[in-house]
Each structure stands twice: as C-alpha cells, then as structure tokens.
C-alpha cells in the first residue's frame, strides 16, 4: 500500500549536522533530495567535525554555518534568510558519562538550545499563519524512558523515567517539543532510538572505544560486570527511518526505532575485539587480554529494548543490516580511517579520557 506523504521539505535546518547521526544524515539526504536546501547549524564542539562532511561540503544545495543553537538572533537570522519549512533537530550534548560531569551543559544546550528552536520555530512558522506546511523534527533517545530490568520493552506509550542527566536533558527537550505543539500549534514530530553505531561516531561511546583501544593494544573498559544490555541500531538504518518519518510520519506522533539487536555489553566487547583481531590477521585472543571490568557509571541503566511495531506497521521501515553486518561495516570503516580517529582524539580529549579512565581502570571492577 502507497504511504501517504504528509511533508515536503524545501528548506532544511539540520542542527548539529557535523556530529555523528547529523553527518550520517546529511550525507544522505543532500545527496539522495538535490532540489533541497540544506543548512548545517553546528557550534563544533569536541563532538563536532566538518571533516565527516568532506563529500557534500561543496554540494550546491548544502550550506555550513558555524553557531550555538542558544543563539536566538543568529537562529532568527537564519530562518529569514533560508525560509526553512523544515527543522531536523540533532544537536545535542550526547554522552551520558559527560553528563554526570557536566550536567549544567546538558541543561544548556538540549534544553534551552532546543527550547530556542522551538520558540524562533513557532514565530516565524505559527505567528505567520503557514505553520501547516512545516515540520519540526525532534531526534531524541529511548534513555527518556529510564531502565529496563531483565523483561519488556519500550513503547511510544511507556511513561518518562530518565535517570542520567543527559536523559533528564533529553526528555526535558521532548517535553517542551510536545508543549509547543500542544500549546502553539507547532507542527512537531519526535523520533526516540536506541544506541547508534557506525562510521564517524566519537572514540568515547563503547564501540569505537572498543575498536580504537583494541587496535592501539590499549586496556578496553568495561563497566561493571559487562551485564547491562544496549539495543543496537546501525547509524545508515537509522537515518533511513529519519527520512521515513519526516516524509511520511504524523505531526505530535512519536516513532520508536531500533533495530531488535539486544546484547550484553561484554558479550558485544568480545565479539567486536575478535574482530578486530580476525580482520587485522592477529592471533586469536591477542585483544580479549586487554579486556578490563573497570568501577561502574554511577546509576547505570540495566537495559534498554524497543517495541518498533508503530514504525513498522505505519511507516513500513525496517532496518537493513543484521547487527553482525553493521559490526563488520564499522570495524572496516574505523581501521580505514586510522587519520579520523588520531585528529578527534586531540589533547584536549586525550586529557578527558586519561582523567575518566585512569581512575577507573585503578579501581577494578564492582
Ligand atoms: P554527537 O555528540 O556526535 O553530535 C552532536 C553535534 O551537536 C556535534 O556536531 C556538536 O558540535 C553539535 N552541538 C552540540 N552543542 C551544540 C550547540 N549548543 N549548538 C549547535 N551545535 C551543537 O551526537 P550524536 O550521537 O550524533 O546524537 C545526535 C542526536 O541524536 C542527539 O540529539 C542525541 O541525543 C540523539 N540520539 C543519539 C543516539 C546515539 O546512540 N548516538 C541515539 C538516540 C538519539
Ligand atoms: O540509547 C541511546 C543512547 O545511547 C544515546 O541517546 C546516547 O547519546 C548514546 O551515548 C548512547 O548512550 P549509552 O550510555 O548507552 O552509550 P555508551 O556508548 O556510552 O555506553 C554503552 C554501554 O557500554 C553502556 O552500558 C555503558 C557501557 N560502557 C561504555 C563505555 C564508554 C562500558 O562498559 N565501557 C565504556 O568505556
């Protein structure tokens, strides 16, 4: 059965489009749509890296502008120069551990930075009467939802219970994103994944720490007992479900995507050393031995698990890559790219992981 479509961007605002997820999107999607306008609001952060946009960067219909998402004048600016009938909303401050530093930054950012948006959103697009034709694309994450024990899965319908900082920060985002639909008539939609892997994601999440440290022979943290389980979704699928559900998803709905890849930590971290090992001709076990149970996250989330039959029955989206391809892929993809991973981790992260990990590792597991 034909999907009805019930968007049509013209003029895209992409936040955060230099990080992770944004960059695997906008890769996509300036390619895939040419007649598109696409613009890049990042404020480069740690996380942020122009270099992962390096084949679209001279595409006609992208632009990069360098700025904060807090920046109400600049973001005002930016939707009387581009007219976007469309948000797409990635930026963020993303690392849960971060969080437990920092959380003042989380607040700053993916509250009052997405609550910014959503306001100079709800100006240009609702007090002008043509709210109808936009879309406001708010990416957000299943952590809202809180901590699965060993049983169940998340719904669309499962109540909020983060328990990070970083979660609290998103979830607050969500709030605010449904509040300006509820309350303004913003035309909001909201996506919550689970745990993205893939090229270009930053060396402190779990898979490409695993995959650099294993291939520099460097100790390999694991937190806890490596019992916590994570859903794992491949970044490619993921924003192919983003495209879905901007042209085809329903304002003030919220679609859960993952891709049913439920593993243990340490069962993840050996499967993804061997690899590592396999694809660089080592003898077996050479990076099991550097395997380490380190002090646990303070309040770590047991586990998380999707129920995505909403994306599925309405949206007909279904991932592409059984977890073991999308492992292959990305162990491929960072062994190739030995340069991208030596000019993120500059001295200023270098400093960060000595300071997070030498603690850790001393400490032994719990
Ligand atoms: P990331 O940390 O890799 O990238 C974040 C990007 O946002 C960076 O380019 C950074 O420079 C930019 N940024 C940060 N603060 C900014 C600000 N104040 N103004 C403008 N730009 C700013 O994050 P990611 O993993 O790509 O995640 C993208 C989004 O997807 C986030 O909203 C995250 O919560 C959500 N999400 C991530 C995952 C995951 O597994 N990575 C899963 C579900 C949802
Ligand atoms: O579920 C979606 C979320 O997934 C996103 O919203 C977040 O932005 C993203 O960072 C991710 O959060 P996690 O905390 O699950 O991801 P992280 O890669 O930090 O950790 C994955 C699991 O691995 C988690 O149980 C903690 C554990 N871990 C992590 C690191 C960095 C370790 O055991 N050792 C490590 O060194």
């Known amino acids: ?137 708010h990416i957000s994450t299943d952590e809202v939802f809180g901590s699965l024990g060993l049983d169940g899965r998340f719904s669309e319908d499962t109540p909020y219970a983060p328990r990070s900082p970083y979660a609290a920060s998103k979830a607050s985002s969500d709030h605010f994103a449904r509040a300006y639909a509820e309350t303004f008539g913003l035309p909001v939609i909201i996506s ?47 924003c192919a479900a983003l495209d879905t559900i901007l042209h085809f998803g329903s304002d003030l709905r919220t679609y859960l995507v993952g891709a049913g890849n439920e593993v243990p930590n340490l069962d993840l971290v050996r499967s993804l050393v061997d690899l590592v090992d396999r694809t660089l001709d080592r003898s077996e076990g050479t990076a099991r031995k550097l395997i380490r149970f380190v002090k646990d996250r303070p309040g770590h989330d047991f586990r998380y698990a999707l129920d995505v039959s909403r994306i599925q029955e309405e949206l007909g989206w279904e991932p592409d890559h059984t977890l073991e391809d999308g492992l292959k892929k990305t162990v491929d993809w960072y062994l190739s790219n030995k340069g991208w991973l030596d000019s993120v981790r500059d001295d200023s992260y270098l400093h960060y992981y000595d300071r997070m990990y030498t603690d850790r590792l001393n400490s032994g597991g719990n």
């Open 192 to 238: 919550n994944a689970s745990n993205n892997f893939g090229p270009f994601q930053f060396p402190e999440k779990l898979i490409p720490l695993v995959i650099s440290n294993a291939l520099d022979l460097k100790p390999i943290p694991v937190y806890g007992r490596g019992e916590n389980v994570r859903d794992w979704l491949y970044v490619e699928d993921h």
């Open 1 to 137: 059965m034909e999907k009805p479509l019930k968007h049509t961007p013209e003029s895209v605002l992409v936040t955060g489009g230099a990080g992770f997820i944004g960059s695997n999107y906008l890769l996509r999607m300036v390619r895939k749509y040419p007649d598109v306008r696409f613009v890049n609001l990042d404020a480069l952060t740690y996380a942020g890296n122009l270099a992962n946009l390096h084949e679209i960067e001279e595409a006609s219909n992208y632009r990069f502008v360098r700025g904060d998402i807090s920046d109400s004048n600049l973001v005002d600016s930016l939707f009387e120069q581009f007219r976007f009938t469309t948000v797409v909303h990635f930026a963020a401050e993303s690392h849960v551990d971060r969080s437990i530093e920092d959380p003042l930054a989380f607040v700053r950012t993916n509250v009052t930075g997405s609550t910014t948006l959503l306001d100079v959103a709800r100006h240009h697009w609702v007090e002008n009467g043509n709210a109808s034709r936009m879309r406001f694309h």
